[in-house]
């Protein structure tokens, strides 16, 4: 049974400071990581996607994948209020190679 | 783009009814996929379509559970006959080949069975 865990949260972190959130999976063949914003009653949206070890930076964002400890994080620099929401970790799933296997979700709030 | 659009956005019905739910995937894109979710199991993949056919329905909880994608632009996913713990939202999303996996989700259906 392949599993995503993430902190449910909530994390409360000031604003301005760096939030980081963080995932585990189960699956080692995994190959590819996204992080999705959700906010309360609306849809995933996605934020981040990353496929090999190392950093990638998108803006305020960087996503960090270590597949030898599979791990998978999000960092969120210069926090804003508006970046208080629920984030999602996905994995691609090994009953198809194109499913998503989504963590529960960490519940972020940004403290103006 | 519109983007994946669902519909209804929101459906109220008694146990034992039929519900259908529809899904019109963003244009050119070759996956479709049906989520549900709910606080207590958070998002679930249910079924994924590619080119019109269904690749796994693994995740369909039950025979009660059928979907269907007649033709690249529209899919359904019919609830026969409904009960209260079907009540949860369901998504669609849909996928191009690049990059892969890349999924874009609709606003999402909100059922609620009585």
């Known amino acids: 049974q392949k599993e995503v865990e993430q902190n449910s949260g909530p994390l409360s972190v000031p604003e301005g400071a760096i939030a980081s959130l963080n995932c585990t999976y189960s699956?080692?063949?995994?190959?590819?990581f996204f992080w999705y914003r959700q906010y309360s009653g609306k849809s995933p949206e996605l934020i981040m996607s990353i496929y090999s070890n190392g950093d990638k930076e998108d803006g305020r964002f960087t996503a960090q994948l270590n597949k030898a400890s599979q791990y998978v994080s999000l960092l969120i620099r210069d926090s804003q209020p508006s970046d208080s929401a629920t984030y999602l970790c996905a994995v691609n799933s090994v009953r198809g190679a194109d499913g998503l296997t989504f963590g529960k979700g960490t519940h972020l709030i940004i403290q103006p | 783009d519109a983007g994946v659009i669902q519909s209804p956005r929101h459906e109220v019905t008694e146990m034992g009814q039929e519900v259908t739910l529809r899904c019109k995937p963003i244009s050119g894109h070759d996956y479709l996929f049906w989520y549900r979710q709910t606080m207590m199991r958070g998002l679930e993949l249910l079924i994924y379509?590619?080119?019109?056919?269904?690749?796994?329905d693994s995740g369909m909880p039950e025979d009660r559970f059928s979907a269907k994608m007649p033709n690249a632009s529209f899919s359904t996913l019919k609830i026969q006959p409904s009960e209260p713990r079907d009540s949860a939202v369901y998504f669609c999303?849909?996928?191009?080949?690049?990059?892969?996996?890349?999924?874009?989700f609709g606003a999402g259906t909100r059922l609620s069975v009585l």
């Open positions: 699956d080692r063949v995994s190959q590819s």
């Open positions: 379509f590619n080119n019109n056919v269904p690749i796994d």
């Open positions: 999303a849909s996928s191009g080949l690049l990059p892969k996996n890349i999924q874009y």
